[in-house]
């Protein structure tokens, strides 16, 4: 029974996922995000003493969108589900699907079959469980299918079978390496916070199986240790996660459109002499610490102690700067200084010839 099933799941998603895998297009920036609550509905997920893993991952959920929507204007957030409902695991991936998400995100809690044994964060991407661990976390996962009422989009997939996982190891598709790169940066910055770093891991999660954009399943604690309870049902604690994950989201796009941007090239002067060396008017690094949507009428007084404030419009949004300097070195000294103001999300950009690039492009044109 079990080699039949496997034959059957095995050529479903040779016949229909490669292509997939292969064909897809990688854009130039990050316009949608897909946030999935994990469980919802009939499906409480695990258990902890005072509550349970689908209201937890709910409120995450929410204030990590609200983050993206606040700060990252040009970004348009979806969520597969705002309230306690169930939805099946095959419609969440086809919810990022159909909107041609740039990146989806599913929140969860971990437990195990002993309390208080385990605690700590960690973020799976999609791939071959290393580890009797791993494979024990994506079984609890995928255990929703025996919720839905109709697991033809699984073709009829084992939960439970060890042996089922083994064609999992198929799925590590071109987007691999950004989903690991993702979850690198959730796990640091969790690790900022103070929370127990558990490491990015791999796993065959049914969630992750048919999307077809760098995906990520995080497992935000234990939610049954008892003080990663008190934690994940605080205020504080949910809003400490909501906002680790959104500055490793905002961190990863940022990175992502420097490396693929087309739109921000240098522009060249074709009347220049190729004799001619770039001034320090054409190429300069300056600190970026604050975006708004509208622009701040004082903004000595909005950003008080911060020097030398200076404003671009980037992507429908208000970008406030900070000094204008000849080196990245130097403008990382500037960055320490906002970032000390309480601006932590400050990063270092460059401008060339009035247009924003990136910091190799503005290196490599001061060497010419």
């Known amino acids: 029974m079990i080699e039949r099933k496997i ?37 409480t997920g ?12 709910l409120a995450v959920a929410l ?99 060890t042996e089922a996982y083994i064609l999992f190891s198929l799925s590590q598709s071109l987007y691999q390496s950004q989903s690991l790169d993702l979850a690198g940066k959730v796990q640091k910055q969790f690790a900022s916070k103070g929370r127990h770093n558990r490491g990015v891991q791999q796993a065959g999660f049914l969630v992750l199986w048919k999307t077809s954009m760098p995906s990520i399943l995080v497992e935000l604690g234990f939610i049954n240790h008892a003080k990663e309870e008190q934690f994940l049902n605080s205020e504080k604690g949910q809003t400490q996660l909501a906002l680790a994950l959104y500055r490793a989201f905002e961190e990863y796009k940022r990175e992502f459109e420097a490396e693929n941007s087309t739109t921000s090239k240098p522009v060249i002067n074709e009347k220049k002499e190729k004799t001619e060396k770039n001034t320090v008017s054409d190429i300069y690094f300056t600190v970026q610490f604050a975006s708004r949507d509208k622009k701040v009428s004082s903004p000595d007084k909005t950003f008080s102690g911060v020097k030398e404030v200076d404003v671009y419009e980037y992507n429908g949004a208000f970008r406030y700067v900070s000094g204008k300097f000849t080196s990245k070195d130097a403008a990382m000294k500037r960055q320490s200084e906002v970032r000390a103001l309480g601006y932590k999300d ?11 690039g990136t910091i190799k492009q503005a290196e490599e044109a001061l060497k010419k």
Not at 7 to 32: D, H, N
Not at 46 to 57: D, F, H
Not at 128 to 151: F, G, P, R, Y
Not at 346 to 356: D, K, L, T
């Open 7 to 43: 034959s059957r799941f095995g050529v479903f998603f040779l016949i229909f996922m490669l292509p997939l895998c292969v064909f897809a297009q990688k854009g130039e920036k990050i316009q949608t995000i897909v946030i999935d609550a994990g469980h919802g509905g009939k499906d």
């Open 46 to 57: 695990a258990l902890g003493k005072v509550t349970n893993e689908k209201t937890l991952n």
């Open 63 to 161: 204030k990590f969108g609200a983050y993206i929507e606040e700060n990252l204007p040009d970004v348009k957030v979806i969520y597969t589900r705002k309230t306690d409902k169930f939805v099946e695991l095959s419609e969440r991936a086809a919810i990022a699907n159909r909107n041609n998400a740039d990146v989806f995100v599913s929140i969860h809690c971990n437990s195990t079959g002993t309390p208080n044994s385990a605690y700590g964060a960690e973020t799976f991407v999609m791939g071959e469980s290393k580890n009797e661990k791993n494979l024990e976390v994506a079984k609890k996962e995928n255990a929703a299918i025996l919720l839905e009422d109709n697991t033809d989009a699984y073709d009829n997939f084992d939960p439970n079978s």
């Open 346 to 356: 400050a990063f270092v950009i460059a401008f060339i010839n009035g247009e924003r």
